[in-house]
């Protein structure tokens, strides 16, 4: 599995046991839980990003949204215009912190077959993501 950087490699990520923080990118696209799948289709398709940090009305991460699934979404049968982003996160998980080794994010995203992963601080604002290169 390779991961996406998206910034120079500082001197300590040749440690034997690289750290998420080490390959992550920066905060990227974030959005509150209330807005609505078409507008983050919307922003994700004019940022050309593959997926969206969510976060509630205090900025506590919540979870982590992909293009796939909100297109998903918004061509199944049940969809309205009023579909929020809160209402189609369901799994709140899993996170990463910046001190998660890259070997235990590579098995957190394998397992659950994630293409990316929210990285968050110790008091759960979000600090970026952990993606998968293309």
């Known amino acids: 599995m390779t991961l996406v950087q998206m910034q120079p490699r500082p001197a300590h990520a040749y440690l034997v046991h690289p750290t998420v923080d080490d390959a992550m990118e920066a905060a990227g696209l974030q959005a509150c839980d209330d807005m609505t799948v078409e507008v983050a289709l919307a922003v994700m398709a004019g940022a050309r990003a593959d997926h969206l940090l969510v976060c509630d009305e205090n900025g506590l991460c919540t979870g982590l949204v992909t293009r796939a ?49 929210p990285v968050v601080d110790e008091q759960g604002g979000a600090l970026g993501a952990l993606a998968l290169s293309r």
């Open 69 to 117: 699934q909100l297109t998903t979404v918004r061509d199944g049968v049940a969809y309205t215009d009023r579909a929020r982003l809160r209402d189609v996160l369901g799994d709140r998980g899993p996170f990463a912190s910046p001190m998660t080794t890259m070997a235990e994010a590579d098995h957190a995203m394998r397992y659950r077959r994630l293409t990316a992963l």
